[in-house]
């Protein structure tokens, strides 16, 4: 897998390996900023093409091919 840029995570495609309740694409909705300004990017939400469901993750998530696949298959 090539290397994931969690400054260019914003608005960038994946699919999840099992699906759970019809979700399988999702796009990374927003890129959440650590309080301290200095410190890196730790989480990043997620959102559910098919349902608009929102969740948080750690983004260094989407590294796990076991879970993750990047862009929509």
């Given at each position: 897998m090539s290397r994931i840029n969690p400054k260019k995570l914003l608005m960038s495609k994946w699919?999840?390996?099992s699906i759970?309740?019809?979700q399988k694409?999702?796009?990374v909705s927003k890129v959440i900023e650590p309080e301290v300004?200095?410190?890196p990017i730790v989480e990043v939400e997620i959102e559910a093409v098919y349902s608009k469901v929102k969740r948080v993750i750690p983004?260094?998530?989407l590294h796990?091919?076991?879970v993750w696949k990047q862009g929509w298959h």
């Open positions: 699919t999840a390996v759970e309740q019809k694409h999702f796009l300004p200095d410190m983004w260094r998530q796990d091919v076991a």
